[in-house]
């Protein structure tokens, strides 16, 4: 559930009888100490100033100060110096601060920016207006009694400023919002079967056009790669759905892709209960995938685009397939199967090879792919992987930009013999761990035209214990804002 968040500009400086009024007011500051100017707090700067001077001697190095007023309202006053290294150090410290706030009886934050200079008021709004989105954002929860937690819902900026990225934050965030919303629900909820339901209710909300391919009809079609791990599914609802929005007027065409496996037990080559406890957030790409889409269609964003979700569960039972079976992919490629928890590169390959018969002029996919991923970087980025040098660049910018991070992993062609086979044309995996994260990459790509622009996200970081940059969740759906921010610096969408 999303608590609708306000924000509003006012351009004339903040009085003093503004000040008594106002429950609650942050002044974010950019000197090496803690200070406020008569300009930042009329008729208070002094008391202030004071109290900033006063306070206990650990509390030097602290960032932040809050202190009350002496006035009627007993106005809380935060101070806070800001962190401007990098995107990500301006959002993380939007999120604890606003975890800080969230003690105070407010539903209403005002923030004064009027001495700071355009650039630095302009990146506080940013990351205060993401930092809120998300955080007023509920995740589904089954607690008979609740979750108390408290918000503001009325941010408001003072300051000479023309913000142009307010709109687009939002739409990112309902897409974000969305995508952490899904994963978290649990697997007797998001079955295959509701999870469709669910998005062609989406798609008729946005005027999306939905293309259903049931497993029956995969399997006509010589989709052997998605059907092996999906004649498992004992529902016989996976499915690959294929979401199509067409702005008139499009100038590029895009191609979003993502792994739903609604739950993954590791098939016959079972999980232990450690590694299996969180796999219903195993379809975190296809939400991704999914809330990309909604962000760009709610920004009416003028790229054509196509986004593919590939749904199953992974499951054992008398049909599930088996170490050694060889099945062969929709692009023709016979597959040796060596492990079935590798089951999410199986529904991609016949998922990236649809995507490309439209010969989009870029394919990004989105998954939780590999464990190898997530102990090469941790969880506080995702692995970026591409055919095409150039890409990666661009990848690991808007990571950068967007506080969103990824980092590229090489994709040389000698990693295949790994995966040679000597009864199919290529295995599914190594029996070892080793380079896993790159060998999936490597892998995905043969069910891809050489020559079709591609970009694949493992998203390691798809779950960050205590949130990450601005997102206060776990679950962290990260991807949504990367990928806005990777077409905005292409110029496929405006800034
Ligand atoms: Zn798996």
């Known amino acids: 559930m999303t608590n609708r968040t306000n924000i509003f500009f006012h351009t004339s400086p903040l009085t003093r009888a503004q000040i008594d009024k106002l429950p609650l007011i942050i002044i974010p500051v950019t000197g090496k100490h803690l200070s406020v100017n008569e300009q930042q707090l009329p008729g208070y700067s002094d008391v202030l100033q004071t109290r900033l001077r006063r306070r206990s ?41 606003l975890k800080t706030l969230a003690h105070y009886p407010s539903d209403n934050l005002n923030v004064n920016l009027h001495t700071l200079p355009t650039e630095t008021a302009h990146r506080c709004i940013d990351s205060l207006y993401s930092a809120l989105l998300a955080t007023n954002h509920r995740l589904p929860h089954y607690k008979t009694d609740g979750i108390a937690s408290k918000n503001a819902l009325t941010i408001t900026f003072y300051g000479q400023l023309k913000p142009s990225q307010v709109h687009h934050r939002l739409c990112e965030a309902r897409g974000n919002n969305l995508a952490r919303s899904l994963t978290a629900l649990p697997a007797n909820e998001l079955t295959p079967a509701r999870y469709r339901r669910r998005i062609v209710q989406l798609a008729k909300n946005q005027g999306w056009d939905v ?49 739903g496996v609604c739950f993954d037990t590791g098939g016959i080559n079972l999980k232990g209960s450690s590694s299996m ?51 062969t992919a929709l692009n023709g490629t016979t597959i040796e199967i060596v492990h079935t928890d590798a089951e999410g590169r199986m529904i991609l390959a016949d998922a990236l090879t649809l995507a490309a018969r439209a010969k989009p002029e870029l394919i990004i996919d989105y998954a939780t792919l590999t464990g190898s991923c997530i102990q090469a970087l941790g969880t506080a980025y995702s692995g970026a992987f591409s055919n095409q040098e150039q890409l990666l660049a661009e990848a690991t910018q808007a990571g950068r ?13 000698d990693y295949d013999e790994s995966l040679d086979s000597e009864v199919a044309d290529i295995k599914q995996c190594t029996l070892g761990n080793e380079a896993d994260h790159i060998l999936a990459a490597r892998f995905l790509q043969k069910f891809l035209p050489k020559q ?22 776990d679950i962290t759906g990260f991807g949504v804002r990367f990928s806005l921010q990777f077409l905005k610096n292409r110029g496929w969408i405006k800034r």
């Not at 960032?63 to 101070?79: A, D, K, Q, R, S």
């Not at 790409?285 to 196509?306: C, Y």
């Not at 079709?452 to 206060?472: F, M, N, S």
């Open 57 to 97: 001697q650990h509390n030097l190095n602290n960032p932040i100060f809050t202190t009350e007023l002496p006035n009627g309202t007993g106005t809380v006053i935060c101070v806070f110096r800001l962190k401007l290294d990098t995107v990500f150090d301006s959002l993380t410290q939007a999120r604890n601060l």
């Open 277 to 327: 406890h969180g796999m219903h957030e195993d379809m975190e790409g296809s939400a991704v995938a999914l809330g990309t889409l909604l962000a760009l269609s709610t920004a009416k964003a003028p790229v054509r685009v196509e986004c593919w979700l590939a749904l199953t569960e992974n499951h054992i039972g008398p049909l599930a397939y088996k170490q050694n079976d060889v099945v």
């Open 211 to 259: 293309k259903t391919y049931p497993f029956k009809e995969l399997k006509r079609l010589g989709a052997g790669a998605f059907c092996a791990v999906a004649q498992g599914d004992p529902s016989g609802q996976a499915a690959i759905i294929k979401l199509s929005y067409a702005p008139r007027g499009a100038k590029h065409h895009l191609a979003l892709v993502g792994k």
């Open 452 to 473: 079709t622009p591609w970009l694949h996200i493992d998203l390691a970081a798809g779950k960050h214990k205590g949130g990450l940059a601005h997102i206060p969740s």
């Open 401 to 413: 930009d967007s506080g969103e991070r990824v980092w590229p992993f090489p994709n040389d062609p």
